[in-house]
């Protein structure tokens, strides 16, 4: 969900029979239960793939900080402001753990930097979309990190053992993220008309962006049922999506905001709610580049590199210039 | 783009007293005080250990999953080494 549209290599599932041993012996671990580990043998299909997803994945998570680093400096009060950057900290956090879990599979963080800053990989769709108000806080923290939550919990049985162990770390932490974003949306939901209205436009602006989080229905897509036979993905698209509807709408019932959607309804049969889907369109245009805030997000992300070069250098200079003292002194 | 890539550092840390330092994951950290400073922020935000240790992944030696079986091997006819493989007769009491 981090991860959109990941596309796998494989042409399709293969049935165990029409494995070669090697990889029937792989998926059959991976039915059982097993986790695969850095150093098993694994298919050049299942590395790659994983290295796309976890790699998009981190990347959401760093380019994730700046939609809210633009509020740091402007939170309403010096609590707010300490939590939230404890939030984007956090997020930072989250997508070192993916990095490092991406490099055991034999890829450099450098290299997956590199990917996102020329284009060749991409991040999440919905940090393309501007924070306007300080409501914007509540709504990206109750609604995208709840959608973002929706994904993770079930990432955390998935078939890559240090995916699977990066997710627990960050899933105890996300926790924390919608929570917050659910309380700015609470005092601003009880506050005056003026605070209100600010809550209300957040959820009207990031409603939909939150549904495309889940990518579009991929129930026919041979990449996502490669993906779910190898258990890097546990759930379809819709799935989530639908679980994420139905538990966001009494949410926003208890805030006393109206969910910008006419034809949500409750369906008894189904047990859940019917709802519009997202303007896909809006979703490809995004995500072939075209987002309101994709240009400004890549220069950032290409300038904090740029602007760090002389740093990493130095650091590394210097470490360089310890160990030749030390090696002297010896 | 810098070549100039800070090296990977395994990170373990101890939870609590008396606990063993277990690991936790790895990061990049041009020196070996870097590395903990950067373990303490990346790894124990929320007061998660006592203590850290960093060792540079390229001085840690594994052993390989194809040796699953010969390198077990010698563990698994001699199971008389599990308390349970001995009978003791109920009479005698707690041993």
């Known amino acids: ?38 150093k098993d043998w694994m298919p050049e299909g299942y590395r790659k793939n994983l290295i796309r997803q976890i790699g998009q994945h981190a990347h959401s998570e760093i380019v994730g900080q700046l939609p809210e680093g633009n509020w740091i400096t402007r939170a309403p009060t010096l609590e707010r402001k300490a939590i939230l950057l404890a939030k984007v900290q956090d997020e930072a956090g989250h997508g070192l753990y993916l990095y490092c879990a991406a490099e055991t599979l034999g890829v450099t963080r450098d290299e997956l930097t590199k990917m996102l800053l020329d284009g060749r990989m991409k991040y999440s769709s919905i940090f393309n979309y501007p924070t306007l108000t300080w409501a914007d806080m509540g709504a990206v923290g109750w609604l995208v990190d709840g959608a973002a939550i929706m994904n993770q919990v079930p990432l955390q049985r998935t078939s890559y053992g240090p995916y699977a162990r990066a997710m627990v770390r960050i899933c105890k932490e996300e926790s924390f993220h919608q929570r917050q974003g659910f309380d700015i949306m609470m005092t601003m939901a009880k506050g005056t008309d003026a605070q209100k209205h ?14 495309m989080m889940f990518g579009p229905s991929d129930e026919n897509s041979v990449h996502s049922a490669q993906s779910m036979a190898w258990k890097i993905k546990m759930n379809s698209n819709d799935e989530l999506r639908q679980k994420f509807v139905d538990q966001t709408v009494p949410q926003a019932e208890y805030l006393g905001l109206t969910v910008p ?10 047990g859940g709610y019917d ?43 210097h470490a360089a210039k310890k160990k030749a003292m030390k090696v002297a002194a010896e | ?37 950067n373990a303490r922020d990346v790894y124990t935000r929320r007061k998660e250990g006592v203590s850290i240790w960093a060792i540079e992944s390229s001085a840690i030696a594994a052993s390989s999953p194809e040796d699953k079986g010969s390198l077990y091997d010698p563990a698994d006819d001699k199971v008389y080494r599990h308390p349970t493989f001995f009978d003791i007769p109920d009479e005698v009491g707690a041993m």
């Open chain 1, 198 to 211: 600010m809550a209300q436009d957040a959820l009207n602006r990031f409603w939909g962006p939150s549904l």
């Open chain 1, 275 to 317: 709802f519009s889907q997202p303007d896909w369109d809006e979703f490809f245009d995004v995500l072939r580049g075209n987002g309101p805030e994709t240009t400004e997000r890549m220069e950032a992300r290409n300038k904090a590199w740029d602007d760090g070069a002389w740093v990493r250098d130095g650091m590394m200079a």
């Open chain 1, 261 to 270: 959607d006419e034809n949500l309804k409750w369906n008894e049969e189904k």
């Open chain 1, 1 to 38: 969900m981090y991860a959109q549209m990941v596309k796998s290599t494989g042409a399709g599932v293969k049935s165990l029979d029409e494995m070669e041993p090697q990889e029937r012996a792989f998926q059959e671990r991976i039915n059982a239960g097993d986790k695969i580990e850095p």
């Open chain 2, 1 to 37: 783009m810098s070549t100039n890539d800070w090296p990977l550092w395994e990170i373990f840390i101890r939870g609590a007293h008396g606990l063993s330092h277990r690991h936790v994951g790895s990061l990049h950290a041009p020196n070996a005080e870097m590395a903990i400073k």
